[in-house]
């Protein structure tokens, strides 16, 4: 089966820096990546997620990069805010069968 | 439009009890998809269902089934609870299914097992 592994487990950034999180798949029949944010005590989020046939994807200071040769897939965070402070996990699927494989998750701490 | 919602949010019981959660979904989703969530395992993919039927299955014991109803609203049963069932299960709806369509998690519900 699918086996997702995500680094590190945690990050420090200061506020105002850029935050990058790596995560490797091992199906390479994995065809979608997307990564959720979990602030302490609530619900995973969607916050982007990129497909097999697109090579990077942004949405304002959020941004995802995907090497499928690689077999991994990168989220990028610029311009730092306290309020990015939380739990990130990445997640691969293959459409065929459905099952969401997801990485261990990171704790960013963004320092004020 | 409403969330996805789970009952109850907090559970206690004890080895060999069994315990049913429930999940309704958002209005109109169809899909429903199961997850435990424990510090030591991550995020696990249990099971999801589609118009009543599991479509795919993660790799728990046979302890751990689920069902969908007519109205979507699916319920998890776990059966002869263990200590290490103690987790939060989270429960994700969307229209088709995840990867097609955005998938939304529920609150969760936290479990403990004395």
């Known amino acids: 089966g699918e086996n997702v592994e995500q680094h590190p487990s945690t990050l420090s950034v200061q506020e105002g820096d850029s935050a990058v999180i790596k995560c490797t798949y091992s199906?390479?029949?994995?065809?979608?990546f997307p990564w959720y944010k979990q602030e302490l005590g609530k619900r995973p989020q969607l916050i982007i997620d990129i497909r097999s046939n697109v090579g990077e994807k942004k949405d304002q200071r959020i941004a995802v990069t995907l090497n499928k040769t690689a077999k991994h897939f990168s989220l990028h965070i610029t311009e730092t805010q306290p309020e990015d402070s939380a739990v990130y996990f990445c997640a691969a699927i293959n459409f065929g069968n459905e099952k969401l494989t997801f990485g261990t998750g990171t704790r960013l701490t963004i320092i004020p | 439009k409403a969330g996805v919602t789970q009952t109850p949010r907090y559970l206690i019981k004890t080895r060999g009890q069994q315990v049913t959660l429930s999940c309704s979904p958002i209005s109109g989703h169809r899909s429903v998809s199961w997850y435990q969530q424990t510090p030591g395992q991550g995020l696990q993919f249990l099971f999801e269902?589609?118009?009543?039927?599991?479509?795919n299955k993660g790799n728990f014991p046979g302890r751990f089934s689920g069902r969908q109803f007519s109205n979507s609203r699916s319920e998890m049963n776990v059966s002869t609870l263990e200590l290490g069932d103690s987790a939060l299960y989270l429960c994700a709806s969307s229209l088709v299914g995840t990867g097609v369509d955005e998938q939304f998690f529920g609150p969760g519900t936290r479990l403990t097992v004395l």
């Open positions: 269902y589609f118009s009543e039927t599991q479509r």
């Open positions: 199906d390479s029949a994995s065809n979608y």
